[in-house]
């Protein structure tokens, strides 16, 4: 069984820097996307960034600048940087992988979420 587990977040500042970590685990034949999303109270789910298994990178408008995702494909791993923060940044952020595992076609994977939030 597959699974994705964050740490990292935490309570900060408004113009502080925390780093998120998210690890697979399991069966794993090939880790393909990966990414990092965010929810807000009473908002919807949103892309924060995401990287290929190469390397390339997106980011929602709102990121651009002040966060950076990067990834270990030996460790299984992928990072989120995050710097400048602030206020409305506050959301619980999840990792987000595509996966392929033994007799299964690639499935998108979920981590539990861990809570950032940014006081002002």
């Known amino acids: 069984q597959v699974q994705l587990a964050e740490s990292g977040g935490g309570l900060v500042q408004a113009g502080g820097s925390l780093r998120l970590s998210c690890a697979a685990s399991?069966?794993?034949?090939?880790?393909?996307?990966m990414g990092w999303y965010r929810q807000a109270p009473g908002k919807q789910r949103e892309l924060v960034a995401t990287i290929t298994s190469g390397g390339s990178t997106n980011y929602a408008d709102s990121v651009k600048g002040r966060f950076t995702i990067s990834r270990d494909n030996a460790k299984k791993m992928v990072y989120l940087q995050m710097n400048s923060l602030k206020p409305e940044d506050t959301a619980v952020y999840y990792c987000n992988a595509n996966i392929l595992t033994i007799g299964a076609y690639p499935t998108e994977h979920w981590g539990q979420g861990t809570q950032v939030t940014v006081s002002s």
């Open positions: 399991g069966i794993i034949l090939r880790i393909n996307n």
